[in-house]
């Protein structure tokens, strides 16, 4: 279970604590911890659940996912980046949790596992404006064209890896960054081509965050400097149609 606590200053001195490196606990975003509410609020987590981080790395979202389901679930932490994928593997293993499998797979390879996920959880990469407080670097690699390009790796991501992915089951997308280009008209575009229902959820008032509507479908916003945490966005969707009957997957195979 996540535990929220504000640092006194933006210093790394937890990475010398002896606690950390046994895996007693992770430092993560506040904004990213929102995966919780987002999980309760949208499924059982009693249940035996076949779940998928598929842009794991470093590792924040796949040790709160392991926390959060149950031990007769499965958790597949995935990471495409090899050089990532083993800081995920380390992270992953100084958690301990028995029924998390680490892989480094692309996207696309996940459709050999047909209706196999009750969840998938994807941290898209992105453009990274949300990070623009934090990283002042990242404002100057920003750019229209690197939006652009973001947008398409994302819509390629959510396309390869759609069929896995059970007919009822989660979608949890997240990026950190605001536009709405890699955000609400990604989803957008993913609802023409398939049979999604935005779901929505409770946000109290007090928490800071922003919730958007863009025809008909929901996101969370996370604003600086209206949260204890940096930018973020969170959109939740739940597949409805089987893919046996997918209009996208006819698409795919006449291609």
């Not at 959109?235 to 698409?251: D, E, G, P, R």
Request: aromatic share 10%.
């Amino acid at each position: 279970m996540g535990f929220f606590g504000i640092l006194p200053t933006r210093t790394s001195f937890f990475t010398l604590d002896p606690l950390l490196h046994a895996g007693a606990y992770y430092v993560q975003e506040a904004s990213s911890m929102f995966l919780e509410q987002a999980l309760k609020q949208s499924i059982d987590l009693d249940e035996s659940l076949h779940v998928l981080d598929l842009c794991g790395a470093p590792g924040g979202k796949s040790t709160h996912l392991a926390s959060l389901i149950s031990k007769d679930s499965l958790l597949v932490a995935n990471e495409v980046i090899r050089s990532r994928a083993s800081i995920l593997a380390e992270n992953v293993t100084k958690w301990g949790s028995g029924n998390v499998l680490v892989t480094s797979n692309d996207p696309r390879e996940f459709s050999r596992l047909p209706d196999f996920f009750d969840v998938m959880v994807i941290d898209a990469p992105c453009s990274g404006e949300g990070m623009f407080r934090k990283d002042h670097a990242a404002v100057g690699e920003w750019s229209e064209e690197n939006v652009n390009l973001c947008a398409q790796r994302q819509q390629r991501i959510l396309m390869d890896v759609w069929d896995a992915l059970k007919p009822g089951g989660l979608l949890i997308y997240s990026t950190c960054t605001w536009n709405e280009k890699e955000n609400e008209e990604n989803i957008a575009w993913l609802a023409a081509q398939e049979g999604v229902e935005s779901i929505k959820l409770e946000v109290q008032p007090e928490w800071g965050i922003i919730p958007t509507q863009l025809n008909g479908l929901e996101g969370y916003r996370f604003y600086p400097h209206r949260v204890q945490g940096e930018g973020f966005l969170w959109l939740l969707y739940a597949n409805l149609v089987s893919h046996c009957h997918s209009t996208w997957k006819k698409q795919k195979e006449e291609v």
